[in-house]
């Protein structure tokens, strides 16, 4: 009987998702390599087939939520969408209904921004980080695009539309994490929405 076939991309991201579930229940820094191998069934030499480094498998783990966040079921359903306004609004309420709706979320962006306080190139110096963070912005810019194309956007906003995804995005961070430090006082989705009717109606011809 012929050894069964390990697809190591696939086993890579198994371990990374371990890791992920690990981190947002104990922070990045007290999440040992063995108690890594011991969740996900394996030796802690295992680990370091695929990782070199805990600073890898953090941004590995970190990388697995983003793809998590913008994955293929949100990409599929925007194309569902074809007017721009629309399809911007549903990207960015999906986003934060995910955000709400699973607490490992907060966890995992509040430990992400306390490795990051104290190594500040563990992320955004490392290519896959920069790259997959690009990709998100991508997916605004090509709504502001289209929009234009489609001239429901204002032309002139297409030579900024790289800047007013980054905005968008340093937005919903910002809305994230005042919502996670005052829930009682305020209504999320509410909050966006209103931010989304402004930022759609200065994107819009009049």
Not at 75 to 87: D, G, N, V, W
Not at 169 to 196: E, P, R, S, T
């Amino acid at each position: 009987m012929s050894p069964k076939l390990i697809n190591k991309e696939e086993r890579k991201q198994e371990i990374a998702l371990v890791a992920l579930e690990l981190f947002a229940k104990k922070g990045f820094e007290t999440t040992s390599i063995s108690s890594v191998a011991k969740a996900a069934g394996i030796g802690k030499g295992t680990v370091y087939e695929y990782f070199v480094s805990k600073e890898e498998l953090i941004v590995s783990a970190f990388m697995a939520w983003l793809e998590n966040m913008m994955g293929q079921e949100l990409e599929e359903l925007l194309l569902t969408i074809a007017e721009p306004e629309k399809r911007l609004r549903k990207c960015v309420q999906t986003m934060m209904e995910q955000f709400i709706s699973d607490e490992q979320t907060v966890k995992i962006m509040i430990s992400m921004f306390q490795m990051m306080l104290k190594d500040d190139k563990l992320f955004p110096q490392n290519e896959k980080f920069r790259k997959m963070f690009q990709m998100v912005r991508k997916v605004f810019v090509d709504i502001l695009l289209d929009g234009v194309s489609q001239g429901v956007f204002r032309p002139e906003i297409a030579k900024d539309a790289e800047k007013i995804a980054i905005n968008l995005f340093a937005y919903l961070d910002g809305i994230a994490f005042h919502y996670f430090l005052n829930k009682n006082d305020i209504d999320l989705m509410q909050q966006v929405d209103f931010y989304l009717d402004h930022q759609i109606e200065s994107l819009s011809k009049t």
